[in-house]
């Protein structure tokens, strides 16, 4: 078992910047492909970007491919988003996720364990 506990979500400008972190506790994140999901009102969630059990191959939806960087911190069993050149259209809760899958799955199915998720608000 793993518990997620996301944090730091907020609202920034258009155009601005903001980090979201995900804890880990009872299982360490060097065991688990890593995600982060999004769900905006009235969608579906979201596939956003996934960092492999190494930490070293990450993967990212075409929309945020450039913009958003996802990373692994194992001393702190943290997993990171960093997000930059925000727009409207990222609002959404984020939600990290842990997956056994020894690939970089988009899948939501794919993924056993989830945190509660953070609001992101982007203003234009």
């Known amino acids: 078992q793993v518990q997620l506990v996301e944090s730091g979500g907020g609202l920034v400008q258009g155009g601005g910047s903001l980090s979201i972190s995900c804890r880990a506790s009872?299982?360490?994140?060097?065991?688990?492909?890593m995600g982060w999901f999004r769900q905006a009102p009235g969608k579906e969630r979201e596939f956003v970007a996934a960092v492999r059990k190494s930490g070293r191959d990450t993967y990212y939806a075409d929309d945020v491919k450039g913009r958003f960087t996802i990373s692994k911190d194992h001393a702190k069993n943290t997993v990171s988003l960093q997000m930059n050149s925000l727009k409207p259209e990222d609002t959404a809760v984020y939600y990290c996720?842990?997956?056994?899958?020894?690939?970089?799955?988009?899948?939501?199915?794919?993924?056993?364990?989830w945190g509660q998720g953070t609001q992101v608000t982007v203003s234009s």
């Open positions: 009872g299982r360490t994140v060097s065991r688990f492909t």
């Open positions: 996720a842990a997956s056994s899958s020894l690939y970089l799955t988009t899948q939501r199915s794919d993924y056993s364990y």
